[in-house]
Structure formats: structure tokens, C-alpha cells
């Protein structure tokens, strides 16, 4: 499937996205918590989310903002997520928002609630609680110490149930090589935002269609939150049993899911 990387560029950020598709309707995606640009992941972020461009939408995937100043709230990177999208005139939109960008998905509709048509929580949540801050602390002492290697290991501990593990075990261990020091520092104060982040008392404020998915083995997340998270907003919801934090990696099921929500 054909894509574009683009870069946009205004007097207020600069972001980079990936482009696919040529369907009337827009998702925008907004992934979650990386160490790495997901421009440097186009091909596996395009294969992996072609069903929906294949199923009548345009997709963004955006990044987050290059020239972000610290410390860059959650708040802030919806704030400028919307402000590509008002310059870039998007309409029909729809939106995907996984994990930390599920995070940043829900300040966007409760910033923009008639922006958007349909939106997906995917693997997220409205606060943290002491396990998900444990996990974000242990992440953080990884790149506090250099150790991309050590990082890497614990992601694939936390994020993967351990049979993908395995499978992806190797091409984890390969992009562990490939991160730089800039991109460790960086890491930090984006994965220090989320533990300032709580809505959990304005989701009731979401009015739009509203789907959460994600898994009750969950071991970034407690289940019990993202189980909240669907009860406060009101939201369709569906959860997978055996999968990781990211099942979408780990079963075509979870994306054809949501494009089943996306569609109704």
C-alpha cells in the first residue's frame, strides 16, 4: 500500500505524520507512548492499519511535536494534534487513540466534542493508579540510565503476552540497538506526563460515539481502569482475554473490531 511521511510546519509546532488511503472519511490515529519516532515505523504502522484505508478512510497516524518545549503535558499534545488538524482542514474525522494516545484522544474530544464523529479508546485509561506509575517509574529508570537494552527487555515483559514476546523478541532486541541517547532523554518527560493526567470526572462529558477495547491482561494498565474508563464515558466496549497491551500486534481481530465500530 502506497503512504507519504510529511512533515507539517507552522508558527506554533512542528509534527511529522503518515498518510494513507484515499477513502471520503478521515481517522486520525494517535499512537501510544515510543521511544522512537513512528516515522521511522512507517512500513509495519501502514501494513499493520491497512484495513481501514482498505474499508473506505484516509488515515493519519500523527507523531508528536519536534520541537516540543519540557515539560509537554498530555493536554498540550492534544492541544497541538488539533491545531495540525484545524490547519490541514480535515473533516469527516473520526479517531483512534491507543494508550497514551488514548490519553491524548480523550483531552481531544473533551477540548473538540463536536469534532469528531466516532472515537476509539484503545488500551488506556482516565488516571493512573500505583501499578501503572511503577511501570512508567521502572521505564524511566531505564533511560535515567542509558540502558535501551534493559528498557526494551521490560517492554516486551509488560507490553506483549508472553507468547508474542517470544515471537517478538528478536526484532525488539534490534531496535533496542537503535536508539540514541537523544531519544532515551526525550523518552523521560513523555512518559512522566501521564502521571499528572486525570479526567476521570469529566468523562461523562463525552457525548460522541465512543468505543473502548483493549484486554483483561493488560499489565501496563489494571483491567479495573480500563473497565472505568468504558462505564464513566458510556462507551460500547469489547475485551480480549489472552492479549497483551497492544493486541493489535498480536491478533487481526482487534482492528477488525474497531473498523466494525467505525463503520456501524
Known amino acids: 500500500m502506497e503512504y507519504g511521511v510529511e512533515k ?12 494513507f488511503g484515499s477513502g471520503k472519511k478521515n481517522l486520525i490515529v494517535i499512537p501510544g507512548l515510543n521511544v522512537k519516532s513512528i516515522l521511522t ?44 488538524i484545524s490547519t490541514l482542514k480535515l473533516d469527516n474525522l473520526h479517531l483512534y487513540g491507543h494508550s497514551q494516545g488514548g490519553m491524548i484522544s480523550q483531552s481531544m474530544v473533551l477540548t473538540e466534542p463536536d469534532l469528531f464523529k466516532k472515537v476509539v ?16 517509574r521502572n521505564w524511566m529508570r531505564y533511560a535515567k540510565n542509558h540502558d535501551a537494552m534493559g528498557l526494551y527487555e521490560d517492554f516486551e515483559r509488560t ?4 507468547a508474542f514476546a517470544k515471537i517478538s523478541h528478536q526484532a525488539m532486541l ?56 468504558a462505564e464513566k464515558s458510556h462507551s460500547k466496549s469489547f475485551f480480549f482475554e489472552n492479549v497483551g497491551h497492544s493486541p493489535a500486534f498480536e491478533t487481526p481481530e482487534y482492528n477488525q473490531r474497531i473498523l466494525e465500530f467505525l463503520l456501524s
Open 41 to 84: 515505523m512507517a512500513e509495519v504502522i501502514v501494513q499493520g492499519n491497512g484495513i481501514f484505508a482498505d474499508n473506505g478512510f484516509t488515515v493519519y497516524v500523527f507523531d508528536r511535536r519536534e520541537d516540543a518545549s519540557y515539560p509537554y503535558s498530555i493536554e498540550q499534545m492534544a492541544e497541538d494534534t488539533l491545531h495540525v
Open 174 to 229: 534490534d531496535e533496542a540497538k537503535q536508539v540514541t541517547e537523544e531519544e532515551l532523554v526525550k523518552f523521560i518527560p513523555n512518559t512522566e506526563n501521564m502521571f499528572s493526567f486525570n479526567v476521570t470526572d469529566r468523562l461523562s462529558e463525552i457525548k460522541i460515539d465512543s468505543f473502548v477495547i483493549g484486554s483483561k491482561a493488560d499489565r501496563v494498565f489494571d483491567f479495573e481502569l480500563i473497565k472505568k474508563l
Open 159 to 162: 507490553i506483549f503476552s508472553e
Open 121 to 136: 479508546f484503545s488500551s488506556t485509561v482516565s488516571e493512573l493508579n500505583s501499578h501503572s506509575e511503577e511501570v512508567f
Open 8 to 19: 507539517f510546519t507552522s508558527d506554533k509546532c512542528r509534527m511529522g505524520y503518515i498518510r
